[in-house]
């Protein structure tokens, strides 16, 4: 006849207690060493009675063992946390899709097109916002215009001034080397002896040369005598 199904619960027995967990301890302890041994498996097994007192077995060392299970607790959080970034990843990347769509859609009702399906408030609402971004355009356009024509007047006002500045430059240049329409005289006219002894030196008999040369000294008597020798 075999044994009763027993139900899973806590012993209130202090003693029976203490002996079920003396005789399972065992058993789990038996359990996984034949484990570790059949199926060539590292295994591991920490426990704690109510009392405090620690119980172990590792087929392998229980610190190596330890540190393995520690290499892949984190593998698996990062492993977690990456998986948790790609589905972030993939939510955020399906909702700049539905806007993109959703933009390119408008875009191109803006410009007259795939009407068909809006209501008439709908329609209302897009020729709203057409007529205002009209008026934002032309308000653009003549603040451009504005802003062209203050930069046309400012460099007529710098190129006015420019001009005032060269024509006093050359007014100045003019004070400086003023001009005259009086001939240069020559150089026989500022020295009139010079030209007496030049005549002399050169042994000038003609009685023309010597007469032209007494006229213009005021001698003309000397001339006409010296005509007659």
Do not use: W
Not at 91 to 110: G, I, P, S, T, W
Not at 147 to 172: C, D, G, K, P, Y
Request: hydrophobic share 35%.
């Amino acid at each position: 006849m075999g044994r009763g199904k027993i139900e899973i619960k806590r012993i209130e027995n202090a003693n029976s207690r203490q002996v079920t967990f003396s005789k399972r301890r065992a058993g789990l302890l038996k359990k996984a060493q034949e484990l570790a041994i059949l199926c060539d498996a590292e295994v591991a097994v920490i426990i704690f009675s109510n009392t405090g007192k620690l119980f172990e077995f590792s087929s392998a060392g229980m610190k190596r063992t330890l540190s393995r299970y520690n290499k892949c607790l984190d593998s698996s959080e990062d492993a977690a946390e990456e998986c948790k970034a790609e589905k972030q990843d993939s939510k955020e990347l399906d909702v700049l899709k539905d806007e993109f769509a959703m933009l390119q859609k408008k875009q191109v009702r803006l410009l007259g097109k795939d009407l068909t399906g809006l209501s008439l408030k709908e329609l209302q609402q897009l020729e709203q916002q057409l007529n205002e971004g009209l008026l934002s355009v032309k308000e653009r356009k003549e603040q451009l215009l504005v802003e062209q024509l203050e930069q046309s007047r400012v460099q007529e006002q710098r190129a006015i001034l420019e001009n005032e500045t060269l024509r006093r430059q050359v007014e100045e240049l003019r004070c400086l080397f003023p001009q005259t329409d009086r001939a240069v005289p020559s150089y026989l006219e500022y020295y009139p002896v010079e030209k007496e002894k030049s005549l002399v030196n050169h042994g000038v008999t003609s009685p023309d040369l010597v007469s032209n040369f007494a006229f213009e000294n005021g001698d003309s008597d000397i001339t006409l005598h010296l005509g007659v020798d």
